[in-house]
């Protein structure tokens, strides 16, 4: 059977990853002059309290060369095929570590590397399917190419509290940031083809924003996959979540509605507050 392989900004919950038997290759979030593993060492909240005490963004980067070649090589001993996902590589350098790891290997016959043009749970949606295609039997190739025809059907986008982390970034300039804070704004972030940008942007608190964010997305949540559909979330409090879930499930769309926590690299770009419906059309 075709062995599943993702990069740690999926965001799949330990659930998830166990029941679709996938394997994750961790990318790296620098602290200062400490180094971590994404979803092994470092919890979102811990980066939280580092970047706020220090008033800067961690730094993260791609996973380790030999980490993937450790990850692949037992797989591979095997003479399975391989498909490995990556956050889109306009954000990472994730899916090019893949495929020279692949060419260590000696192996690019039999790994496939999907660039998903995504990150977060937009990565999961995908990851998920090809799980599901593997199960029945697929090729690694089949995968792969199914992969690329749905890559463009996957509809992620998310709501931040705070600008203040991508102002850290330098994804949001110091204005903007300042005047979002002033005056409640939250802006929409969508993933098109593999790059982040803002569209719609809220006012108010975050309790009746998010509902409105989700609710604006109605007529597309209709005619989505119904399979399921992610809640993602970089910490936020409880009530909010449920009053996105409360409607999702009111639509009578969905068989899942699956509610996750953002990993460390995605938490450490967004910071605390944000949320994302993500789903399949």
Same mark, same amino acid.
């Given at each position: 059977m075709v062995k599943i392989i993702s990069d740690s900004t999926c965001d799949l919950s330990p659930e998830l990853i166990e029941r679709y038997d996938v394997d994750i290759l961790p990318?790296?979030?620098?602290?200062?002059?400490?180094?971590? @593993?994404?979803?092994?060492?470092?919890?979102?909240?811990?980066?939280? *309290?580092?970047?706020? $005490?220090?008033?800067? =963004?961690? +730094?993260?980067?791609?996973?380790?060369?030999?980490?993937?070649?450790?990850?692949?090589?037992?797989?591979?001993?095997?003479?399975?095929?391989?498909?490995?996902f990556s956050i889109s590589e306009d954000m990472s350098t994730s899916?090019?570590?893949?495929?020279i790891a692949a060419e260590e290997l000696e192996a690019e016959?039999?790994?496939?590397?999907?660039?998903?043009?995504? @990150?977060?749970t937009g990565i999961g949606l995908l990851v998920i399917?090809? *799980?599901?295609?593997? $199960?029945?039997?697929? =090729?690694? +190739?089949?995968?792969?190419e199914a992969m690329e025809r749905l890559k463009p059907a996957v509809c992620a986008?998310?709501?931040?509290?705070?600008?203040?982390?991508?102002?850290?970034?330098?994804?949001?300039?110091?204005?903007?940031?300042?005047?979002g804070g002033a005056f409640k704004?939250?802006?929409?972030?969508?993933?098109?083809?593999?790059?982040?940008?803002?569209?719609?942007k809220y006012r108010g608190k975050m309790s009746s924003?998010?509902?409105?964010?989700?609710?604006?997305?109605?007529?597309?949540?209709? +005619?989505?996959k119904p399979d399921r559909v992610f809640i993602t979330h970089s910490g936020c409090d409880e009530a909010w979540i449920k009053a996105v879930y409360d409607y999702l499930e009111s639509l009578h769309v969905f068989n899942e509605i699956l509610v996750t926590r953002?990993?460390?690299?995605?938490?450490?770009?967004?910071?605390?507050?944000t949320l994302g419906v993500l789903f399949l059309v």
């Open positions: 990318l790296h979030i620098v602290l200062g002059d400490e180094e971590y @593993l994404d979803g092994k060492n470092i919890s979102p909240d811990e980066i939280y *309290a580092w970047a706020d $005490k220090n008033q800067t =963004t961690p +730094k993260t980067s791609a996973p380790a060369i030999e980490d993937a070649i450790a990850l692949m090589q037992p797989y591979v001993k095997e003479d399975r095929e391989i498909v490995c899916a090019n570590v893949m495929r016959d039999r790994i496939f590397v999907v660039n998903s043009a995504n @990150l977060s399917e090809a *799980a599901i295609m593997a $199960k029945e039997g697929k =090729t690694g +190739k089949e995968i792969a986008s998310f709501v931040v509290d705070t600008l203040e982390y991508l102002h850290r970034g330098g994804r949001c300039s110091g204005v903007a940031a300042f005047v704004l939250h802006p929409t972030i969508v993933v098109e083809n593999g790059k982040m940008r803002p569209t719609k924003v998010l509902l409105s964010y989700a609710k604006d997305q109605e007529e597309n949540l209709r +005619k989505a953002a990993g460390g690299v995605i938490s450490s770009h967004c910071g605390p507050g």
